[in-house]
């Protein structure tokens, strides 16, 4: 099983690497984001549990380059995550919903994944205000959390249900929030524009 999800991530990788002519022809496509607007409970709860993890500040800047190593870490790390983490809802983890935690355990639910995402991201050098934990809505109406990842050529969306690292403009949900770049405990509104449907979570 082990050597099966091994080739597995390994065609997914070089498949995503193919890709790389697309992430750089994608040009600067980046989420209009607007004022401070309320953070979700679970990440509420996750910075009283993890202050550290929500106190990291920075300062206004270009985001990071994105460099064809760069690249190739994102979608490793991707695919990683993917591969190794198993889905579990909040309600057969922890008996109640909206909890956010690494997926220390093997298992978890979509936060967990981007969270998981953004720790190992950080951890190669990847500036805090370049990876921001986002709230969405599922064409199908169901909330979702993902991780974007500001570069220089745009933002990318890491998603536990695409196996592929795509421009946020390619992807089908409505955003709705996201952490500050300058703030990881401060979230503020996503005006999306190419929806008008309105929405807010808790």
């Known amino acids: 099983m082990k050597r099966t999800r091994g080739k597995l991530l390994l065609l997914a990788m070089a498949m995503q690497l193919s890709a790389w002519g697309t992430a750089e022809a994608a040009g600067p496509a980046f989420m209009h984001t607007g004022g401070r607007t309320t953070q979700p409970v679970g990440h509420y ?13 920075t300062p206004k800047q270009a985001p990071v380059e994105l460099t064809r190593k760069l690249w190739a870490r994102i979608v490793s790390i991707n695919n990683s995550v993917n591969t190794r983490i198993e889905p579990r809802t909040d309600m057969e983890l922890w ?26 991201l950080m951890a190669i050098g990847v500036p805090a205000g370049d990876l921001l934990m986002t709230v969405a809505r599922q064409s199908n109406g169901d909330g979702h959390a993902v991780l974007t990842v500001r570069t220089s050529l745009g933002e990318f969306i890491l998603d536990n249900l695409k196996s592929k690292v795509l421009p946020w403009t390619a992807t089908d949900y409505t955003y709705l929030k996201r952490q500050s770049s300058q703030n990881s405990g401060v979230w503020v509104t996503i005006n999306d524009g190419r929806s008008d449907a309105v929405a807010s979570v808790r």
């Open 45 to 57: 709860e996750f910075c009283q549990k993890l202050p550290r993890e929500c106190s990291q500040r």
């Open 95 to 120: 008996g109640k919903e909206e909890v956010w935690s690494y997926p220390d355990s093997g298992f978890g639910d979509c936060e967990d994944y981007a969270l998981e995402k953004r720790r190992e």
